[in-house]
């Protein structure tokens, strides 16, 4: 007969199970301390204290009803965000409902927020009311059409303007 690697008296061992530490997991047991608890101090693991329970057949623990839900992430985010801002979860859900369901393009300016001229120095927003725009940038006609011009590529130098452009550094 082949002997367990483990040698005897030690978690998974033979003779792990002796009478004294029987008495204590059933005494554990029916104080009601979990699986856990029990295997930690006994020096054993949660899953052998609940199989020797089982195999004891001590008095299976149900619980008395479905567990408590667990907050959703948005939920756990929301109450972080809370606690770090100080503002209510309430004044944050109203600020959300507040912003919510904007079509596309309809942004949270109604008025355009371009800067004229230094803030230090006594500029301020243009305050004209902004335009519907699909990547909803909050500008007025005006400013919308000077921040969203388009690019020009370079067009790629020739042969004949290089030259050209050599001789206007140097002078």
């Given at each position: 007969?082949?002997?367990?690697?483990?040698?005897?008296?030690?978690?998974?061992?033979?003779?792990?199970?002796?009478?004294?530490?029987?008495?204590?997991?059933?005494r554990l047991w029916a104080e009601g301390l979990a699986g856990s608890a029990i295997a930690e101090r006994l020096g054993t693991t949660k899953d052998a204290v609940v199989s020797k329970?089982?195999?004891?057949?001590l008095e299976a623990r149900v619980p008395d009803g479905p567990p408590e839900p667990r907050p959703s992430?948005?939920?756990r985010r929301l109450a972080a965000l809370a606690a770090g801002t100080g503002i209510t979860v309430e004044r944050l859900l109203a600020l959300r409902r507040q912003h919510r369901g904007r079509p596309r393009g309809q942004g949270l300016f109604e008025r355009c927020q371009y800067?004229?001229?230094?803030?230090k120095q006594g500029g301020r927003r243009c305050g004209r009311p902004t335009v519907r725009h699909a990547d909803a940038w909050p500008y007025c006609e005006r400013h919308l059409a000077r921040c969203r011009r388009p690019?020009?590529?370079?067009?790629?130098?020739?042969?004949?303007?290089?030259?050209?452009?050599?001789?206007?550094?140097?002078?």
């Open positions: 007969m082949r002997r367990s690697p483990t040698p005897s008296g030690r978690a998974g061992g033979r003779g792990f199970w002796t009478a004294e530490r029987i008495g204590v997991l059933e329970a089982h195999r004891l057949a992430r948005w939920e800067i004229e001229g230094d803030l690019h020009r590529a370079a067009a790629p130098a020739t042969a004949e303007e290089v030259p050209a452009v050599d001789a206007q550094r140097a002078a």
